[in-house]
């Protein structure tokens, strides 16, 4: 399997057309389904073309995504996260999308704490008639982070346990 | 007034006004004197290139604008200001295509390298009308005016590229902005259907039936809307209908002299400017009208 | 948790679509990929896995290898997520250990790179079968519908579906902004293409619903709030003060002949401007109903309270009330049906036509009231300098298929200009000109009506009309306005003068279209009508349950059309309400008691007041009934105590998880 | 007498596509075919071809009419049809297309007079930065019309004596690094 999944990783690599690196971001979209995840159907329906590096969580309204998804999906491998709600003003539950841009504004800070640049972690409105937005949001985003290079974050977790092991046993040594 | 006016323009003549178009730049100097708004010439400007540039080589049209954007750079925070329709509009579409187009954008970029010069940031590219309306205002107009306009019912011409795409001066089908500057002045102007209509252009040089038909059908609508001078915003436009009028009425049997003025020569004069700074003497048709239009008092005559 | 572990058997089927998905992604290998996932028992590709074969290959496996999850790839779950989830309840499995992945909308149509779309498709499978695992058995809820239905819009759509419904028996509230109903339609005088008279069939319908048991009519009113869900819709309706009591006048018209304005000198909005009206009028004799209105804006004893009234004093019936407010009024409706109908293209937004400059430019509706018999001018084409026109020109496409006003075609303006061509030629035997880009006769008996005009003799020249001015050239252009056009048969450049120009002008959202949607929580398309959920499945429903679309609102459409889609509305309204109960998402929300702190946060975050603080327990709660699902408190709640059926945290995680799974 | 048919042999479809790669030609493939561009031109009426026809013969690859007529050499750029065109197709800047490609390919009406002032205003710009009027209608009538000077003489001392034409040429400071950057295209 892992074969399989590596040649399909290849392949892709060899595929892409940008950069000299071959580097194709990940990057997961959480769309609410009244607005967002409908503008996307839209895009299908109406066969505008866009970058493949998007994978879309459908939530039913973008209320719903807990910043605890989008730090998970950075955790997990994320080159990005895209967040796309309805237009303020046009919730289909009233103002979801306000309290999500609450919380969208305090993890920015986090997250650029942490070093993760505010292009990697994006929240758009898109509106289901906006097909058209659904693609030059996508695009834009897959341009901008492949620009940013690859987040890497699990291989930094585990360098950066490895480094930790290290201190350990040189403390261990240490105190031997 | 405006911040803008305050700290006053760059200012690019185009080759027109300094030759066939002299009275536009000699009047609109006068005019901004009497404002009291600065101008400065922009330093080793060259030719816009035109309409003919971009016929034959396209990336060298945009080249020669980006040039003179370029200088335009270097004395940051003031607009530029282009009176010659055709300036105007090859600077702004030099700006909007290098902004669109990237390949443009990239053979500009190669093209500033070679002259050693800084690829251009943003400068707003005004025309004369524009800021008259604007920055300057019929308000301020009419605080300084001195003098009434004792001539003519008075054309509109607003000609084709000040007003077409790449610009922001005034509405492509039917501008207005002259003709309410002119009537908050108490001037008369006609509703003049014709007003964006193309004067021809270099037409009348390289195709002189046709453009002196076309600037035929120009004159004959004003004269017949009861307009008794036509006030243009272009040298091209300015000369197409004056300088052919003998042959225009040679060739169509109907008389045709008809003084064919720039708007800051009506402004200026009405500001309290001299016939001679605002250039009145370099109009060919309409001569005779205009002395009886413009008297200037014993005291400005004395002081020749 | 402590319930016996089930083994987990995934069935995963990835759906060609024909070619739909198939062209782009390589189903094949997705099968494959699917299959050595752990977990799946079963993967298969198939070529149409929402049709009957398709379904019973699904219930088939859930038998023979006692499958307990399944996923299926293919279109977009607003499609096809409740046909597979009765596939699978067929299976003998709970419905909703079934989730849909989405490769076509998704994947297949919107990429270009075979291989790329491959591995997208891979991604969002692998992801499904990693949610699919904690997935639990739920109901769905049952709520009753209330019988009644809100129309809104008094135009032909709204009567129709009114009617229908209230024929059937049901409650039905006809809302109507104007004084009158009638819409666009009773403005006109002939329908094409069969010429009958607009009024003639229209007014009978009208007087209909005035009479009808089961219609309330409130005409000068608007809707200025709706709350609830489908079956359960709470709309307060306001309704305007006309300062004359529709409860007693009737219509005698006594008050407007006794208006201390003896002169009618205001613009009668239904003659569009061209006839006119006193402050207090009743807008044409048909009107629905007919009772008077004082124009606020016009009358003097409102703007000013001196006048002397003596409307007042000529209504025997008392009918006349200057005390009248605005008036809320709440009412229950299980559906709501969405007829506001269009506005005409405003004429001067094309400047090069001359309408508002030169006065014998006209506008299609303007030439409507100018034909009409019943019109300010009694169907005599006069115009406005009192000139009878030898010649007109009629322009087609004004503000339609341009790129500067409206993209669309407007769909009926070539229709409506040949009628209106022949019914000016009829009218005032003048010679008339059509100026069009395309002839576009598509409808029944259209491509007869025009084959009937060109037979008339009336002019056809093909080319969009460049400019309408009055620049003469030479003596037979004087005093008439110069039409100038590249006729595109002959090639060139033609100058035709006219003495007056009808502009075809076409059709646009209302002005607040934006606010109705926002109203109904419905949708807008690009160009800002009402979006229907399916263009070809679902054209009347909207994206909001419950309400449902008719007429120009979602589109420009001729009456037929309009008639025939506001019957649809009608019949979806009524499955609806017939069916007695809506079954609602269990996608709600419920707090697990003792992981919750009491800290309250998510108490003012819900929109629907469904959560409560129970005081004694310490604990937030939540009214099931209330909840409509959103998952705002799910995401708030800082102890992750707030759990939400169907994205249980757990299920988005194991989402993320997938997607990410190649990294 | 002379056959009126167009073969599909002689249409190059491919031709089309190119010129609609080209900056400002984009929407080409848009156009309705209504003829509002002609209706507004100035010029159409002197035109072998409206500006309409023009679009369809590029779409459709015809391309030596479309390069040889009169009408590219007619268009006066007064961006009418531009700003007019309901599908947006910015019609001049299609003209200018074929204008380069019929100088390139040196397929322009012999003794028009357009193209030939276009090619000396190009050089006397390229030399000295600046126009000079004066110089540029005399290389203009030399080389297209050398009888014309009679007919000009009457507007040319008009303009003389009002000061309005000088037979000085004006060069600007820095012409040596303005030709370099405009110095890899060598056209004409």
Known sequence: ?176 | MSNESEKGYLYFPGCSLKSTGRAYEESLLELFRLLDIPLQELDDWNCCGATSYMGIDEEAAFVLGARNLSIACQTPGRDLMAPCSACYMVLRKTQDYTSKYPQVRREVEAAMKRADLPMPGQVKIRHPLEILYHDVGAERLKNLKKRNWLGGTIACYYGCQAVRPYSDVDDAYNPVKMDELLRAMGVQTIDYCLKTKCCAGVLTGTVPPVGRRVNYILLKEAVRKGAQAVVTICPLCQINLDAYQKEISAESGERFDIPILYLPQVLGWMLGGRKKELAFHRCIAGRRYLNEWLRETKEEEAYV | MSKPVEEIRIGVYVCHCGTNIAGMVDVKNVADFASRLPGVTVSREYKYMCSDPGQELIRQDIKEHRLNRIVVASCSPLLHEETFRAATAKGGLNPFFFHLVNIREHDSWVHENRQDATAKANALVHAAVERVRSHKALTKKQVPVNPAVLVVGGGIAGIHAALTLANAGKKVYLVEREPTIGGHMAKFDKTFPTLDCAACILTPKMSSVKSHKNITLWSYSEVSRIEGYVGNFEVTVRRQPRYVREDLCVGCMECIDACVFKEAKFPNEFDEGLGKRKPIYVPFPQATPKVAVIDPDRCLNVKTGKCKKSCVASCDRGAIDFTQKPEDRQIKVGAVVVATGFKAFDAKRSPQYGYGVYPNVYTSLEVERLVNASGPTSGEVVLRDGRHPKTVGIIHCVGSREEHTNRWCSRVCCMYSLKLAHLVKEHSGAEVFNFYIDMRTPGKSFEEFYQKLLKEGVHFVRGKVAEVNDWVLDPSEQGKLVIRVEDTLLGTVRRIPVDMVVLGVGLEPHADAQEVRRLFNISCGTEGFFLERHPKLAPVNTFTDGIFLAGCCQGPKDIPDTVAQAGAAAAEALALIDSGHVELEPNTAYIVEEECSGCKSCVPLCPYKAISYVEDKKKAVINEALCKGCGTCVGACPSSSIKQNLFEDEQVFSEIRGVLADV | MERQIRYQREARPAWGAEIAKLPGCERLYSCIQCGTCSGTCPMSLYMDYTPRRVIALIREGFYKDALSCRTIWLCASCYSCSSRCPQDIKVTDIMYALKREAIKRKVYPSRFPTPVLAREFYRLVKMFGRNSEFLLVFLLTLKTNPLGFLTMARTGIALLLTGRLSPKVEMIRDAARLRKALEPKEVA
């Open chain 1, 1 to 176: 399997m892992a074969g399989a999944m590596l040649n399909l990783i290849m392949e892709n690599q060899t595929s892409t057309n940008g950069t000299a690196s071959g580097f194709e971001p990940r990057i997961v979209a959480f769309f609410c389904n009244w607005c967002t995840y409908t503008a996307a159907d839209l895009a299908g329906v109406s066969r505008l073309k866009y970058a493949a590096n998007v994978r879309v969580v459908r939530v039913m309204c973008s209320g719903r995504v807990d910043p605890q998804f989008i730090l998970d999906a950075f955790a997990k491998g994320a080159d990005g996260v895209l967040i796309g709600g309805c237009h303020p003003g046009d919730c289909h539950y009233i103002e979801g999308n306000y309290k999500l841009l609450r919380r969208v504004r305090l993890l920015h800070r986090m997250l650029r704490d942490m070093g993760i640049e505010d292009d990697r972690f994006r929240l758009e409105w898109i509106s289901a008639a906006e097909g058209e937005k659904v693609k030059t949001v996508i695009n834009d985003m897959v341009e901008k982070v492949r620009k940013l290079g690859p987040l890497q974050l699990p291989q930094r977790f585990r360098d950066g346990d490895k480094e930790l092991e290290g201190e350990q046993l040189k403390a261990e040594a240490a105190h031997v």
